[in-house]
Structures are given as C-alpha cells and as structure tokens.
C-alpha cells in the first residue's frame, strides 16, 4: 500500500478511536484505552507488517515505561495523602486564608502559584486534586475550584513531575536512533539529552509568552461565571497583580530551563514565584482596594454545588500543633533533593549507572532497537516514597495514619493504571511501527509526511493544537509527547523548519490542553463532590484551551518565520484584537450592570 492519504488515516486511526470513545461516546479511558490499543495491533499488523515479536516487544517496552508512570504517580499520591492525612494541609490552608481575604488573589496564590509548585513536584493531574479540595474548603463554589484548579494545568504543565513530559515524554517520544535524528545532533554539536533540554528551553519560552494572561484569565472567569453580578471587569480590575505573579514564576521557570535543564523549571518556579507573591502580599504590595466575594451563599446557582459544602473540609484535624514551616517541610524536602540529585555530577552518575540503580533492557524479545531504561533510585517516584517516609516522622504519625496514607495512594492509583498499562503500549506501537516488513517508515512518520503535504509551511501554527488533541485524549502531557513527539520532528523535517521549535510548540500545546483532559476533570471533580458536571467545566476551560493552542502557535511559527506577511503575523494581530476586544466588552457589560443593579434592587 503506498497511498498516502490511506496511510495517514490509518496511522491516525487509534488516536481518533480513543478521541471518540472519550469524548463522543465518554466512555472511561479504561475502557477506551484497550480498544484504541488493539487498533493500533491490528493496523501495525496488517497495513505496516509488523512481525508479531516486534508487536510484542513494543508492548512489553510500553508496560514498562508505563510502569515508572505508575512510580512517579504513586510517589505523588502517597505525599499528598501523607500531607492530607497528617493535617498538614489544613495549616497549609490556613497560611493561605491570612495573606487576603479576596478570592482573586487567593485563587491566583492557591491557584497559580501553590498549583506551579505541586505540578512541578508531582504532576499527573495532581495539582487540581490538591488545590480544588482546598479551594472548596476556603469557601469556594465547588465547580469554580475545579475551573480554577483546571486553569493552571496549562503553563507549568510541560516540566511537571520534576519535567516528565519532556524527559520521558519528548525524550521517548522522539527517540535518540528515530530517522534524522543523529543527523540533527550532528549538526548542532549536541548530545541526545542536551538536544532534550534544548528542546525543554524553548518550551519554557513559549510558555513565558503565552502563560503571562493565565492569572488574570483565572480571576476574569471566578467574577464573571460565579460572581454576584457576573462581572468580568471585576477580574480585569486586578490585572497589575495578576500579570505580576505570572511573571514572578515564569521568569524563574524560563531561567532555570536555560540554566538547570527541564527537571526544575515548575517546581523552582512555583516556589520561587510563590515565596515571593505571598511575601510581597503580606505587605499590601498591588493587593486591590476593594474586595471581591462570591456573593450570599443562599443566591449561588445549585449546579455551583456539590455534595461537599464550600467551608467544610475532609482533611481531618491536625493532631499537633503544627508551625507553617513544618507543614510544608515535605515539600522543602522534596524539592531539596530533586535539585541535589540532578545537579551533583557524581551522585547523578551513580543513580544513573548501569547494573547498579539502573536496569537497562536491551533488545526486547530479541528485536534490535526495541531497548529501555528503568531508574530505581533516580526516579522522582523514589525521591516522593522517600519524603513520605520523612514526613511520617516530622508529622509524628502513628502506624494507623501511615497505613491509611498507603491505603488511600494504591486506591487512588488504580483507577490511572488501567489507563496508562493501555495507552503507553499502544504509543510505543506506533513509534516503534518502523520495525516491519513492508518497508514503511513508522506510523508517526508517515502521518507526519500526509499532514505536511496537506499543511506545508504553516503547519508550526497548527503544532499546539497536535499537542492539546493528544492531552485531551490521553489525559496527559507526557502521552501526548511520547505520541506526537516523532510525528511533529518528521513534520517539520519533512518542510524544513526548526524540528526542535515544532515540537515545542508540541509540548506547550499538550500543557494547555491539559486543561479540557476528561481524566483531571473527573478526578478535580471527585475531590470536591462533583457527580455528572464535566460538561459544566469543560465548557468553561476548553476557552483557556484554545486561547492557548492559538497563542502557542502563533509564538511557534514567529519564532521560526518571524514577522510578515504571513500566518503567524495575521494570527497575531487577530488574538490582539480579539483580547482588547474582549476586554472592551466586559468593561462595558461591567458599567452596564453597575448601572442597571440599583434600579434592580
């Protein structure tokens, strides 16, 4: 078979199965997830030729990735329940509650900067889990915390859990040996993790740009969707604040990225933004002179609600008297040994090596190439298990609370594996495709040559929205790279453009479309009470999404064909336009209101 159009469609095929058992039909993504994977064996089988062994090993190389998947998430889940459990969280919150009492500086605090942090420590959905429930217990309405905590799954996304999504998910994705690569590090005089890294820079960079409206897009949504007079400009009316805190952990982010690599550049900059914000807000400094609230309680609208009431909490009663400082102590932790095991050569060299903390298994099944790593001591999933034990002690737990802390993270996991132990093998089906009889290249591949005949030099606009597609798919960044990784490095080779922009652009697109994936919303909404909302949400968060893709992608193609006359120039004047726009008619729907209330009342 040599048609091209055929070829594509088919190499597409169990990414739109999984597209439209989740989102047509939405199924759970247990359910989909193994249908799209036996899709993808049926069509490398038949139309590709995949020998069954080479079927096989690629399988069993995805059961294994997806298997330090499960490590780095449930690492995450057990310090979260440890943190929750403990009581922790509840100082955490009270910390919180003092800086001020205006639920947009709070929502961007809790929200943008605690959420950057947490994502940049675990991942994987889990700073929605952690801010919505603490959101709620503040007195927020339960489906604006999960918008709320949905919103900032977006920027510092791409290098959550310590930069999985470009790590394992670019670095897998794309592969050191995939066609052009070496060629391509030949060229640049770079190493295969420094290309990674350079690849995770510009994804920083792209995240600067698009990620500087996030907050102030956050507070826009709380006073327009669930304030009393549903007034957008009342979120506008904190824009110096909001614009400030974005900055303050987005130029961290974007310096790290450049000086550290892709591990830190959430993390660091959550933190870094965080103290800072929090410090500077103790102080009045650009805190709003009048305070926004949500209203009486008794006028909120009931599909506002879930079966937790806004101001009560789950988290039980601290059982000490517990400092802010040892409350976040784990977190101090965490990061403090993120930071040493990646940057101390000789430490790095050893939990990296070979036969001793690293199990390397070449040649799967005997098929040349099929080859993968696991860290045993490496992985942020250890670094997690570790502080929990730590936190144990500084928490003074007792055996019950230590076993329920297990109990809650294996309860929690279960419901993610069955995803990832289908999704991950079916992506390394794909990639490791090129392994056949019938002389095609792999299915990302030829995919890539159909949409770049189709597209040709404007596809680096259309990057972002690859990404996001593959996100809101797989409800992950890290699959949507290992999916897409490949497919937008041979799109851009196959045109001649920046391969290492395209596919950040990938990356910065997959983060944003973090925030319309069905598996956060469905596990934000369960923290807070929320049964059959998902539409209500998404309905909310697919406009932060697509500001995002067309942001992002407008940065992609301007960094690589700079201004003109060109799509990129007409997509940018074309969102700046629309945003002042936007912006001019919330003020005077604003004023509008401001006017027509009294007569009202």
Same mark, same amino acid.
């Given at each position: ?119 940049? =420590?675990? $991942? &994987?959905?889990?700073? @929605? *889990? !952690? #801010? +919505?429930? %603490?959101?709620? =217990?503040? $007195? &927020?309405?339960?489906? @604006? *915390? !999960? #918008? +709320?905590? %949905? ?9 959550? *859990? !310590? ?439």
């Amino acid at each position: 078979m040599d048609n091209l159009a055929v070829l594509s469609l088919l190499a597409i095929a169990p990414i739109l199965v999984a597209g439209i058992l989740l989102a047509g039909f939405r199924w759970p993504a247990k359910y989909a997830m193994p249908i799209s994977y036996l899709t993808a064996l049926g069509i490398a089988w038949t139309a590709w030729e995949m020998h069954p062994t080479a079927l096989a090993a690629a399988s069993l190389e995805g059961l294994i990735v997806a298997g330090t998947l499960l490590y780095i998430v449930f690492g995450a889940l057990l310090l979260l329940s440890t943190v929750t459990v403990s009581g922790a969280m509840e100082r955490i919150k009270a910390g919180f509650n003092h800086i001020s009492p205006d639920r947009r500086i709070q929502a961007i605090i809790i929200g943008w900067l605690f959420g950057s942090f947490i994502e940049g =420590a675990s $991942g &994987f959905g889990t700073p @929605a *889990a !952690v #801010v +919505a429930p %603490l959101m709620l =217990a503040m $007195g &927020f309405p339960a489906v @604006a *915390a !999960v #918008v +709320a905590g %949905l919103i900032i799954q977006s920027t510092p996304v791409s290098f959550g *859990a !310590v930069g999985t999504p470009i790590i394992v998910g670019v670095g897998n994705g794309l592969g050191e040996t995939s066609p052009g690569v070496p060629e391509r590090l030949g060229e640049l005089g770079m190493s295969y993790s420094e290309y990674v890294a350079h690849i995770g820079f510009q994804t920083a960079a792209i995240h600067m740009a698009v990620g500087i409206l996030i907050p102030l897009i956050l507070a826009c949504m709380l006073t327009g969707f669930f304030g009393e007079k549903r007034n957008f400009a009342l979120g506008l009316k904190v824009w110096p604040f909001a614009v400030y805190a974005s900055l303050a952990m987005t130029i961290p982010s974007v310096t790290v990225a450049y000086l550290i690599g892709p591990e830190f550049p959430s993390l660091i900059g959550g933190l870094v933004g965080l103290t800072l914000v929090m410090f500077t807000s103790s102080k009045g400094f650009l805190m709003p002179k009048e305070t926004f609230d949500f209203g009486p309680r008794a006028a909120w609208e009931e599909r506002w609600m879930g079966r937790i009431a806004p101001g009560t909490s789950q988290e039980p009663s601290a059982p000490m008297k517990m400092t802010l400082v040892q409350a976040w102590s784990p977190y101090l932790i965490l990061a403090a040994l993120l930071v040493l095991t990646r940057i101390i050569d000789p430490l790095t060299e050893f939990l990296t090596t070979s036969g001793l903390t690293r199990i390397t298994v070449a040649d799967i099944l005997g098929v040349e190439g099929i080859t993968t790593d696991v860290d045993l001591f490496y992985s942020p999933g250890f670094i997690l298990i570790f502080v929990s034990v730590i936190a144990y002690l500084i928490y003074r737990m007792n055996g019950k609370q230590i076993a329920q802390t297990w109990a809650v993270a294996g309860k929690q996991i279960l419901g993610t594996a069955v995803a990832l132990l289908f999704a991950v093998p079916m992506v390394r089906v794909l990639i490791q495709s090129g392994a056949n009889e019938s002389g095609l290249d792999s299915m990302p591949v030829v995919l890539a040559q159909g949409v770049a005949s189709v597209a040709g030099d404007t596809w680096p606009f259309f990057a972002p929205f690859i990404g996001a597609l593959g996100a809101f798919i797989a409800g992950s960044n890290t699959v949507s790279n290992l999916t897409f990784a490949q497919f937008q490095w041979s799109a851009a080779n196959q045109i001649g453009v920046s391969q290492e922009t395209v596919v950040a652009g990938q990356a910065a697109g997959g983060a944003g479309g973090n925030t319309i994936a069905i598996h956060n919303i469905v596990a934000a909404s369960a923290t807070v009470g929320l049964l059959n909302r998902e539409g209500d949400i998404i309905r909310k968060t697919v406009w932060v999404a697509l500001y995002y893709c067309i942001a992002a992608g407008t940065i992609t193609f301007l960094a690589i064909n700079g201004f003109g006359v060109n799509v990129g120039t007409g997509a940018l004047i074309a969102l700046i336009a629309g945003l002042f726009g936007i912006g001019y008619w919330a003020v005077r729907r604003g004023d509008s209101k401001a006017v027509q209330l009294p007569q009202q009342n």
